[in-house]
């Protein structure tokens, strides 16, 4: 078995959760949710699938204005990987249907991937002058 087509769309932070509802009422399941971070910025992929076709959703969102309006109203077990993305990123989500409000994981760091993809202070980005 193999996904026949795969389609990636850009989508504002504000129509997210009425496009993953769209995908759930037209029989789409869940495969997962991810952020990546970006020096000045996260991109949030959520991605589904039928019928051998995938498609996914990607949300870019400012570090400064990391919060994107929760879809777990239109997909519940998006519950975890949002809280997974709070807790990691530090990235909110308002509105979940079960907020563990930081604490889904024990981790060291309050925010442990907050700061992946931002050079580390004094050091210049990759490909960066030195």
Request: with cysteine; aromatic share 10%; hydrophobic share 40%.
């Amino acid at each position: 078995m193999y996904v026949e087509e795969q389609t990636l769309e850009m989508i504002e932070r504000e129509k997210l959760p009425v496009r993953i509802g769209e995908l759930m009422e037209s029989g789409h399941r869940l495969v997962q949710a991810c952020a990546t971070g970006l020096p000045d910025s996260f991109e949030v992929t959520y991605s589904f699938d039928k019928d051998y076709k995938m498609v996914s959703l990607r949300v870019t969102v400012p570090r400064s204005d990391a919060v994107i309006p929760t879809a777990s109203k239109a997909c519940f077990a998006l519950f975890t990987y949002e809280n997974e993305m709070n807790d990691l990123f530090g990235i909110k989500f308002p509105g979940l249907v079960l907020d563990f409000g930081g604490n889904f994981y024990r981790k060291a760091a309050s925010t442990p991937f907050a700061n992946m993809g931002q050079p580390a202070a004094g050091k210049p980005a990759a490909g960066g002058g030195a």
